[in-house]
């Protein structure tokens, strides 16, 4: 099946660095993949869609500046969170669909940000 | 505004048993509804799928269905186990062409107690 993988896991950084989270699409091609945060105990919120060769689409309240995206290819997207501060901790994940537009959506197992 | 909604939040029922998650969506106009499980500190896995013009879905012990008209779908796990202890989120796809993105429901956290 469909496999999405989201790397890093984990990561721990200090405040006002920049952290980047790569998604890739394994065994299937992305035209579209999609950024979601998740708060604990809540559902997710989508902050962004990554379109591969064009400009992410971000949603209201999300700071493109903050957040960038660069869909380069196929099967990889990214997000780099910059000059990250403690509010910014949260689990971060992404998701895929595959080629046909009645494709279900596939997700990467998300990555835990804490920022100290 | 799609508004989707999970009752109960959380549910503990004893290994064996059969249950049924509920899942309600304000907005029918849907393109597709899709079930995932999450587990604690993971990301999300793609139970069922089910299109606008389907009524159910079956995978394993796993059927979910679909009333686009009253907005309403139903997980249904047969013979629960432990470890179909997971949060089962549903999500909506909206029918306007070219947009996808989805709404989530908040989940029902499921225990099975072994």
């Known amino acids: 099946g469909a496999v999405v993988s989201q790397h890093p896991s984990r990561v721990i950084c200090k405040s006002g660095t920049s952290v980047k989270i790569e998604c890739r699409s394994l065994?299937?091609?992305?035209?579209?993949m999609f950024w979601y945060r998740q708060f604990p105990k809540q559902s997710l919120m989508l902050m962004a869609t990554s379109n591969e060769g064009s400009k992410a689409t971000y949603e209201q309240g999300v700071e493109k500046d903050k957040f960038l995206i660069n869909h380069a290819s196929l099967t990889l997207s990214t997000l780099t969170v910059t000059s990250a501060h403690p509010e910014d901790s949260s689990f971060y994940i992404c998701?895929?669909?595959?080629?046909?537009?009645?494709?279900?959506?596939?997700f990467g197992n998300g990555t835990r940000l804490t920022v100290t | 505004k799609q508004e989707v909604t999970q009752i109960p939040a959380a549910l503990s029922v004893p290994e064996g048993e059969n249950l049924v998650l509920n899942c309600s969506f304000t907005?029918?106009?849907?393109?597709?509804l899709q079930w995932f499980r999450q587990d604690p500190g993971k990301g999300l896995t793609s139970l069922l799928l089910i299109q606008s013009s389907q009524r159910e879905q079956t995978s394993g012990r796993l059927n979910a269905s679909l009333d686009k008209s009253s907005g309403r779908s139903t997980l249904y796990i047969a013979a629960s186990q432990p470890g179909d202890s997971a949060t089962y989120l549903c999500a909506v796809r909206p029918s306007n062409f070219g947009n996808e993105k989805l709404t989530f429901g908040t989940g029902t956290r499921l225990t099975i107690i072994p």
């Open positions: 907005d029918s106009a849907i393109y597709n």
């Open positions: 998701s895929a669909r595959g080629d046909r537009n009645n494709s279900p959506l596939h």
């Open positions: 065994d299937f091609q992305a035209t579209t």
